[in-house]
Nanobody, 119 residues
């Protein structure tokens, strides 16, 4: 069993900051990609940021220069530092992990954490 446990969501005023964390545990194997996605009401889930095991990072254009993704490989943890938040960032944020175990690819999702940006 693989578990992804997210934390750090909440309510923040426009211009504020939040830091999300996601810890992967269980028989996860070798993690290749860790990332964050989000889904706003009435919209499809979209990529926010990903980070590969060797550090290559991809950001959605809408969050570049405001969000920073990082990971601690020793702790199987991925972080998302979110600065200059706007109401458009309001969504449920999901942690995603891709790993290889016994030659098989696994794709895992967290339960989601709500981020609400409002005054």
């Amino acid at each position: 069993q693989v578990q992804l446990v997210e934390s750090g969501g909440g309510l923040v005023q426009p211009g504020g900051s939040l830091r999300l964390s996601c810890v992967a545990s269980g028989s996860i194997g070798s993690i290749t990609v860790m990332g964050w996605y989000r889904q706003a009401p009435g919209k499809e889930r979209e990529l926010v940021a990903t980070i590969l095991s060797r550090g290559t990072i991809t950001y959605a254009d809408s969050v570049k220069d405001r969000f920073t993704i990082s990971r601690d490989n020793g702790k199987n943890t991925v972080y998302l530092q979110m600065n200059s938040l706007s109401p458009e960032d309001t969504a449920v944020y999901y942690c995603n992990v891709v790993s290889i175990r016994n030659g098989r690819l696994g794709n895992y999702w967290g339960q989601g954490t709500q981020v609400t940006v409002s005054s």
